[in-house]
């Protein structure tokens, strides 16, 4: 077993080139995943379908979406919903309760920033770090789901820090074993080249899924026995 110590922007092209090497290279537009031909309301049907992939397998997030969308007609149908309705609409996906008032504040807040448009446009024009800050400042927000809305689909530097991403990150010491998952979101997007962000989100995603599970890890490829520094290496 082999770890850096001092990560800097050469050792993070090599650990990508090395995830690469392992997994293939990530498919993806030149703008980090973003598709520059995307509908301005699809900025705000991510942000949505992101709340509601909170704490949720994908499959409940996806039938939690269709029952939203199929049930509702735009965004001004769901953002003047009543509560209780709208939270058995989207009951598949958890916590119907918060998810509903963190949806309906988040629609509040676009329309109000807009003048009554239902986009996040806006946010197209403005640095990285701020686009991040209007996104959590709306109460439920947090870092993760505002840098998913962010890097995919505004094509923005900032990592998408899931549990997967924030495990793999801390045993290859690329961000303090303490970090609070805001601040690993911080850390690593000091770090990381801004044309890396999304490819390696994606790369550290499949090593932890295939190899650096939470428990009962697989060390035994040359990735871990390069970066590694869990008990199991």
């Known amino acids: 077993m082999s770890t850096i110590e001092e990560w800097d922007t050469a050792d993070v092209r090599d650990l990508h080139d090395d995830l690469v090497s392992l997994h293939g290279p990530v498919e993806r537009t030149s703008d980090h995943g ?7 309301g699809e900025g705000v049907r991510q942000l949505v379908t992101t709340i509601l992939s909170q704490n949720v397998a994908d499959e409940n997030t996806r039938r939690a979406t269709e029952a939203l969308f199929t049930a509702y007609d735009d965004f001004a149908a769901i953002e003047t919903a009543d509560h ?3 939270a058995d ?19 509040t807040a676009i329309r109000e920033e807009t003048g009554g448009a239902y986009s996040l446009a806006f946010l197209d024009a403005m640095p990285a ?14 870092p993760k789901t505002a840098s998913v809305v962010l890097n995919f689909h505004f094509g923005k530097p900032t990592m998408a820090v899931d549990t997967h991403v924030e495990r793999v990150s801390k045993r290859f010491g690329l961000v303090t074993e303490s970090a609070t998952n805001k ?7 000091a770090l990381i080249p801004d044309e890396l962000t999304y490819p390696l989100h994606v790369l550290l995603i499949t090593h932890g899924r295939e190899f650096c599970s939470a428990r009962s890890p697989d060390c035994t490829n040359p990735v871990c026995e390069r970066y590694c520094s869990c008990e199991a290496c």
Request: proline residues 4%; glycine residues 10%; hydrophobic residues 40%.
């Open 129 to 142: 770090d701020e686009a991040k800050g209007w996104l959590t400042d709306i109460k439920g927000v947090g």
């Open 84 to 86: 209780g309705k709208l």
């Open 183 to 189: 601040r690993a979101h911080d850390e690593l997007d």
């Open 34 to 40: 973003a598709d520059a031909n995307a509908d301005p």
């Open 89 to 107: 609409t989207i009951r598949v996906a958890g916590l119907p309760d918060q998810k509903a008032a963190r949806i309906q504040r988040a629609l």
